[in-house]
Nanobody, 123 residues
Framework: QVMLVESGGGTVQPGGSLRLSCVAS????????MAWFRQAPGKEREYVSVIGRGGGRITNMSMKGRFTISRDNNKNIVWLQMIGLEPEDTALYYC?????????????????WGQGTQVTVSS
């Protein structure tokens, strides 16, 4: 069993920055892929960025250049650095962990999910 706890969300003005953190506990040694997904009201969940244990990354093209994922395997933490935030980035951001694939954007490959942290971009 793996538990995930996100933090770092909040309200920022357009153009602002936030860094989200996700700490994994429990059987974190079994984790291969870690990811951030988000879901805005009335919209489907979408992947933001994923990172494998070896450091390979996949970032959603609509966010590339603004969002950067990183990971510390020793501390079992994954971060999402977000810059140039736009109102369209407003959503509940979820951390997810999978144990089957190194890097995957398929939410079905993620067994463990956090409760989410709210990001609101508004002037």
């Amino acid at each position: 069993q793996v538990m995930l706890v996100e933090s770092g969300g909040g309200t920022v003005q357009p153009g602002g920055s936030l860094r989200l953190s996700c700490v994994a506990s429990g059987r974190s040694d079994t984790i291969t892929s870690m990811a951030w997904f988000r879901q805005a009201p009335g919209k489907e969940r979408e992947y933001v960025s994923v990172i494998g244990r070896g450091g390979g990354r996949i970032t959603n093209m609509s966010m590339k250049g603004r969002f950067t994922i990183s990971r510390d395997n020793n501390k079992n933490i994954v971060w999402l650095q977000m810059i140039g935030l736009e109102p369209e980035d407003t959503a509940l951001y979820y951390c997810a962990a999978g144990t089957r694939r190194e890097t995957t954007v398929n939410p079905d490959d993620y067994t463990y999910w956090g409760q989410g942290t709210q990001v609101t971009v508004s002037s």
